[in-house]
């Protein structure tokens, strides 16, 4: 009931309230009591507490803006350039193997089409089963590395945006900035306040690769490795 009422829109609070449901006539013994209304709780709550008194505190500093193309670092960046053609090559050869998959069992099932006149009832069944089970595996097994791509593909943006958010940081505090907007929300900027250039080439220092996870190989199935070079850290272990 609390969780049903803290999920109502404050609006309901100014809207009437419906009468409370007649008791039940005498005579029905077993009737479920009517819910509480709104009326009938607000009615039997103590008072608010008072709230605190404010002290008027030092004026906020005046705002100095900064914006940045975050599409711009994530495309430009070299780690970022990296991961897309590593993926997009393991994105390939999975789409390559579903369609040498489909072929196969397309041909299966022609094959099967073309012996059926021959084969016994039993036969035909078990065939069937061996073209369901083979296609439900294929089905499986192509799914599970899809997700493995994508989440290397996560695995891989969070190490970028992490480090991305520390650069932007660092060159706000440098250009005494306390505001940083997306460019592409800005209708009209300069060039002195753009530092979309600074951050790629700071990020491109500091971060020129990242830890891929080898092919085939889930992020979860990644042992973290305490200081860890981005160079060798996503290397399989011997």
């Known amino acids: 009931m609390v969780t049903a009422l803290l999920s109502l829109p404050l609006c309901a609070l100014a809207q009437p309230v419906a009468s409370p449901t007649p008791p039940p006539a005498a005579g029905q013994a077993g009737t479920e009591p009517p819910p509480l209304t709104l009326e009938q709780i607000l009615a039997r709550l103590p008072p608010p507490p008072p709230l605190p008194p404010m002290v008027s505190g030092a004026a906020p500093p005046a705002i100095v803006t900064g914006v940045l193309s975050i599409p711009d670092v994530m495309r430009i960046a070299v780690a970022a350039q990296e991961v897309d053609k590593v993926l997009g090559a393991r994105r390939q050869k999975l789409t390559d193997d579903e369609q040498k998959e489909q072929q196969s069992l397309h041909d299966l099932d022609q094959q099967l089409a073309n012996d059926r006149p021959k084969l016994s009832a039993e036969q035909v069944r078990v065939r069937e089963r061996e073209l369901q089970d083979r296609l439900n595996d294929s089905r499986r097994r192509f799914a599970t590395r899809d997700r493995i791509i994508q989440d290397a593909g996560q695995f891989c943006l969070v190490q970028i945006q992490r480090e991305m958010t520390a ?35 700071i990020l491109n220092k500091v971060l020129p690769s990242v830890i891929i996870p080898p092919d085939g190989v889930a992020v979860l199935d990644l042992k973290p490795v305490a200081g860890s070079k981005p160079a060798d850290a996503g290397q399989p272990k011997h």
């Open 167 to 201: 650069v932007v940081q660092l060159v706000a505090a440098e250009r005494n900035m306390n505001f940083i907007v997306r460019r592409e929300q800005v209708v009209l900027s300069t060039g002195d306040v753009d530092i979309t250039a600074q951050v790629l080439d």
